[in-house]
């Protein structure tokens, strides 16, 4: 056993795949109803630092772990990311930046009123919000003021580690109070995740999970005599249509094919789209002409060609050579209705229909479901990363002179908003299949968790035993007060469903382990779209507010 200890001390390796098992091991335990999930890794991981300082994984592994998850987290959501931020900016913005500025006025508050130093203030501010970079900014600027104060070197210090020491004291239950907001949530709203997953689909303009395939019969004089194209059908209804019966043929639809009143139209939607189609073409048949089309197929397949991928759907039939239609995606476990202009992605799962003859060579260019598609282009990745760190360390300035960076986090995050919607730049394709995007994100998570919380373990222990109970109060206060402020504005009053709001929660809170909980306690991947929404403005904010509050003189 004390060979064993001895090897935890001096293997960091070792170290970090036992906190990672164990916190797995324990965060997958259902106690009362309540159940940790990843975040035990974190709790683990203070645990054994808080037992030793020696249990202390090097920073650079947890960097590393942030970056990869961040990035990961950036490319899945940037397909959606601006979409959603184009039509919700303004709730999106006004909620971070109310939040944030009620965490701020409740820490200034509580310091005045507790006569709390400025520095340790902004310190239990940034590590009740989970912020690292926003500390980071906040001992910068308090090292800048400092440069010319007439102060003795051990006053200089103990001013300097103000902000660390009230982050330290703060940041273990600023994580864990998001977890128990989120399972108190759910538990007290009485919330069906079932019909909120489904909530989080419709609203983020990725389609519906219920996708229906019916037949409808043209009728509509106004659409009558137009081309397919002209008609705007699919772009009007949202329905996909594939199939054209006129008497007894059946043919594709495409877009130069005009519409005579009696065709029958076949198409896949959901219930909302077919209801569209109903009142604009006409009503719904039952012919089945899939039957009295054997010359027309479909086959599911893999986006595998990285030429095709990071391009439009409907220039597929011009790869193909013939006409080929996109009827379905999934991606990432969400079901889309694709639209002409939707742009395909590495490992998108697509299902195509076209005449037989074409079948086999459609095959060839998109790909084949039996292909071995987890491997991910690590050359692209590798550079997407860089990027990602290199814009991290650029220097924003800021009024009154200072500047900040968007670190480690907000860096990648943020080229990999860009770099996920934009697909394909070139022969160069930045987005991941979506399974080898899962494994790098949990890996990268897991990594995270375990380094930071052996490396303030100890911290924690020490900070707890000088500065006393009120800190730690006063901390995990504002963690709740703000978070439970943002469910009820998110879910309340800008009508959100819950999983996008755990989303908005964690990522206003700019807490990764928040952000893997809510993925697991939704069973759902769309907390990445909102949290990834919400971040930018909520880094902002926190790097602003923290560099306020630790030159502020209560």
Not at 488 to 505: E, K, P, Q
Request: glycine share 10%.
């Amino acid at each position: 056993m004390v060979r064993f200890y001895d090897l935890l001390a001096t293997q960091p390796v070792v170290l970090l795949f036992t906190v990672v098992g164990l916190g797995y091991f324990l965060g997958n335990l259902k106690i009362g109803g309540f159940r940790l999930g990843i975040a035990a890794v974190l709790f683990v991981g203070l645990g054994f630092g808080a037992a030793d300082p020696r249990f202390a994984i090097p920073e650079v592994i947890y960097v590393l772990g942030l970056i990869v998850f961040v990035y990961t987290v950036g490319l899945q959501s940037g397909p959606i990311f601006f979409n959603l931020f184009r039509r919700q900016w303004l709730k999106i913005t006004s909620l971070a930046l109310v939040s944030t500025v009620i965490a701020a006025a409740l820490t200034v508050a509580a310091a005045r009123a507790l006569h709390v130093p400025a520095p340790v203030a902004s310190g239990l501010f940034c590590g009740s919000l989970t912020n690292t970079p926003a500390l980071a900014a906040a001992v910068e600027a308090l090292r800048s003021s400092l440069a010319g104060a007439p102060l003795d070197e051990t006053s200089r210090r103990l001013a300097l580690d103000g902000p660390t020491v009230g982050y330290s004291i703060a940041y273990p239950l600023g994580v864990a109070g998001l977890i128990i907001v989120m399972q108190l949530s759910t538990r007290f709203a009485r919330i069906d995740l079932k019909s909120e997953r489904k909530r989080a689909v419709r609203s983020s303009g990725m389609g519906s999970e219920e996708l229906l395939s019916r037949e409808v019969r043209v009728t509509n004089p106004q659409i009558v005599g137009k081309t397919y194209g002209e008609s705007l059908a699919t772009e009007v209804t949202g329905m996909v249509f594939t199939r054209l019966k006129r008497g007894s043929s059946v043919d594709l639809v495409v877009p130069e094919r005009v519409l005579n009143l009696g065709d029958v139209l076949v198409g896949v939607g959901s219930p909302e789209a077919v209801r569209k189609a109903e009142l604009l073409i006409g009503p719904l048949v039952q012919e089945q002409v899939e039957r009295l089309s054997p010359g027309i197929e479909y086959r599911d397949l893999l986006v595998l060609d990285r030429k095709v991928a990071g391009t439009a759907a409907a220039r597929l039939s011009d790869a193909v050579g013939h006409p080929v239609i996109v009827s379905r995606i999934r991606r990432g476990g969400v079901q889309i209705t694709p639209h002409p202009e939707t742009v395909l992605e590495f490992g998108d799962q697509v299902r195509i229909v076209t005449d037989k003859d074409f079948l086999d060579r459609a095959t060839e260019v998109v790909g084949n479901p039996m292909t071995d598609y987890s491997e991910a282009d690590f050359l692209s990745f590798s550079f997407g990363m860089i990027l990602g760190v290199l814009l991290g360390t650029v220097p924003i300035p800021l009024p009154g002179g200072q500047r900040v960076t968007l670190g480690f986090a907000g860096g990648p995050l943020v080229v990999a908003l860009i770099l996920g919607r934009l697909g394909r730049t070139g022969p160069i394709v930045w987005t991941m299949p979506p399974n080898a995007n899962l494994t790098m994100r949990q890996l990268g998570i897991l990594f995270f968790l375990a380094g930071v919380g052996t490396r303030a373990g100890g911290s924690f222990v020490h900070t707890f035993q000088s500065q006393g109970l009120v800190l730690l109060l006063v901390g995990a206060s504002v963690t709740l007060v703000s978070s439970l402020l943002i469910v009820f504005l998110a879910y309340r009053v800008f009508g959100y469903d819950m999983i996008s709001t755990f989303g908005m929660l964690s990522g206003i809170h700019t807490q990764p382990a928040a952000l893997a909980f809510a993925n697991a306690h939704t069973g759902s991947d769309h907390p990445n779209v909102s949290y990834a929404a919400v971040y930018p403005v909520a880094l902002i904010a926190k790097i602003v507010l923290a560099q306020v509050l630790v030159l502020m003189a209560f």
